[in-house]
């Protein structure tokens, strides 16, 4: 293993204290307990937005902290969910008097820490209300597993509910379109390589030269099955297609569109998947305004990428569109209102 | 009988069985998981020995000794083993009152208040491949040696046994809950992680209550 670091443990302290060095302007960063705010935190009057999960996954959470986003981030430990007493230190930074809403991707360790942070903060009389963040198609969403899990759809979460809150929302209302987008957008990824937890010293999984891991979750776990390597338009078809028949989708609907890097792909074959997932989308004469492409959502340096597709209507192609000022939404997005 | 010294040892006991286990456990975990099981049990135990060797452990109840270390896991574990492992202990300490000197069933009746703590928590029942298949059977022999009238010692290796036991009867099994349910089928021919080290702590438990004092 090579990595950029000083000490395996301190990883996340290491590079938090970073983050607090390099913005210092525009991120509040707590050490301990760790989370980052808004700088203007608590915003008065505002229902706050709290999501977290392991670190490993970034810009995610952190770099979705900002007006028209996130109030706060909570990050873990690489790869594990943040604890109950970040997320509640987090909860009283930025609680300023409306509510707060957590989003939560749907793993085990996160949605039981997020419910411990939730009792404790209800048991204070703070409002505190949770959207399960479940996109990912490559798990069967049953009786028999612990639910679909929550990937790179998480960001479409956070961008649209940030915007209702930003714009006055009640806690009901932002709910309710977190639930929304939950309900409309679905996610599946792919690995070329593994990647390695720090602290572990060693890759999660290991995959031979002409293969590839299809349906890969954000932390290295298997997916569907292990392929042969095919090329990047045969794998659009493989990953675009179960999301489209999963979210139902029929001619004509508009779409917004992720290409997520998983950390150590570059962007010269995430357009090239982009180009492939554009094609794909107007053959089945599906309308998609933009295409957001780059690292998203993370699986530190693993090669590879996952592709994300949210059903648009009015209100949430307003909400999406709306400013956001974070160190990792693309400002174009905004900028492209009037275009679309 | 079983003091504040008893517990502080099964502690130190546990935290050293996770630490010598690590790299055992987090592969476990990278095969049906994500890897960091040893990884995040090792700093926790670690943080739990650190809040208490700061104190007179001696000094405490050991209901104050046990929540301190479920509120000490809680906070620097993480995942799910956090909340959980958290959850025992501070259920655990919650049966045990403000008494000094435990007998044999106010322990087998904490460990069962444990137990059912991280069942609430974790909603998982026998046979889904948790942590919960070794509790469950180590809980369940305590039980019974303890109502047979056998002494405590014997009673927590009978315990530790059936933990390890449990563990080792997981491997076949399909995960139906936490990560590695995502797995499926591909869940079956390993152990479960949680139920490893599971195993480790009531082994640590069966060791730090044999002691003479």
Redesign the interface.
């Given at each position: 293993m090579k990595k950029l670091i000083n000490d395996p443990?301190a990883v996340v302290r290491d590079a938090l204290g970073g983050l607090a060095i390099a913005h210092p302007s525009f991120l509040h960063v707590s050490q301990e307990?760790a989370f980052v705010t808004r700088c203007d935190s608590p915003v008065a009057g505002k229902v706050a937005l709290v999501s977290g999960g392991?670190s490993g996954h970034e810009p995610l959470h952190v770099g979705f902290v900002g007006s028209g986003m996130l109030d706060a981030a909570c990050p873990?430990?690489?790869?594990?969910?943040?604890?109950?007493?970040q997320i509640l230190a987090a909860t009283h930074a930025v609680h300023g008097g409306a509510g707060v809403l957590y989003i939560v991707k749907n793993?085990?360790?996160d949605v039981?820490?997020f419910?411990?942070a939730q009792e404790m903060a209800s048991a204070e009389g703070i409002e505190v209300e949770s959207v399960l963040v479940n996109d990912d198609v490559a798990?069967?969403d049953s009786t028999?597993?612990?639910g679909r899990?929550g990937v790179a759809g998480t960001v479409f979460v956070e961008k649209i509910a940030g915007a209702r809150a930003e714009a006055g929302g009640s806690l009901a209302v932002v709910k309710a379109v977190a639930e929304k987008v939950v309900a409309n957008v679905r996610s599946m990824g792919m690995a070329l390589t593994s990647c390695s937890?720090p602290?572990?010293g060693q890759p999660?999984?290991s995959l031979g030269d002409g293969e590839m891991e299809v349906g890969i979750?954000i932390?290295?776990?298997?997916g569907r099955e292990r392929v042969p390597l095919r090329s990047a338009t045969e794998i659009v078809d493989i990953l675009a297609e179960p999301v489209i028949a999963d979210l139902g989708l029929w001619p004509g609907e508009e779409v917004a569109a992720l290409v997520n890097g998983m950390g150590g792909t570059p962007l010269l074959e995430l357009y090239v998947v982009a180009g492939a997932l554009g094609r794909l989308l107007a053959e089945r004469n599906l309308k998609a305004p933009f295409i957001l492409v780059g690292n998203f959502v993370t699986s530190l340096e693993m090669a590879g990428c996952s592709i994300s597709i949210l059903r648009l209507d009015e209100e949430l192609k307003e909400l999406l569109l709306a400013p956001a000022t974070t160190l990792a939404w693309p400002s174009w997005v905004s900028a492209s209102r009037e275009a679309t | 009988m079983i003091t504040s010294s008893s517990i502080a040892s099964w502690l130190r006991k546990a935290a050293a069985e996770v630490a010598s286990h690590r790299d055992e456990l987090t592969a476990l975990d990278a095969a049906i998981g994500d890897a960091d099981h040893g990884i995040n049990l090792q700093r926790g135990f670690a943080a739990v020995l650190g809040r208490m060797e700061a104190g007179n452990p001696a000094e405490k109840t050991p209901a104050a000794l046990s929540k301190e270390a479920g509120m000490v896991l809680v906070a620097s574990v993480g995942g799910a083993s956090g909340p959980l492992y958290g959850t025992f202990f501070l259920r655990f300490g919650g049966a045990l009152g403000d008494q000094r000197e435990l007998d044999a069933a106010t322990l087998a009746a904490a460990f069962r208040a444990g137990l059912e703590g991280i069942r609430q928590r974790g909603k998982a029942e026998l046979g889904e491949k948790t942590m919960i298949d070794a509790w469950q059977p180590a809980v369940e022999a305590l039980e019974s040696a303890v109502a047979a009238g056998k002494p405590l010692e014997v009673a927590m290796w009978a315990a530790a046994a059936a933990a390890q036991a449990g563990a080792e009867a997981t491997t076949p099994m399909v995960a139906r809950k936490g990560r590695a349910s995502y797995m499926g089928e591909r869940s079956r021919g390993h152990q479960d992680p949680g139920a490893t080290s599971t195993a480790l702590l009531v082994k640590a438990a069966a060791e730090a209550f044999s002691e003479r004092e």
């Open positions: 443990g307990p392991g873990g430990e690489v790869f594990t969910s943040p604890t109950p007493d793993y085990t360790g039981l820490n419910e411990m798990v069967k028999y597993t612990a899990r937890v602290a572990a999660t999984f979750g932390h290295g776990e298997p | -």
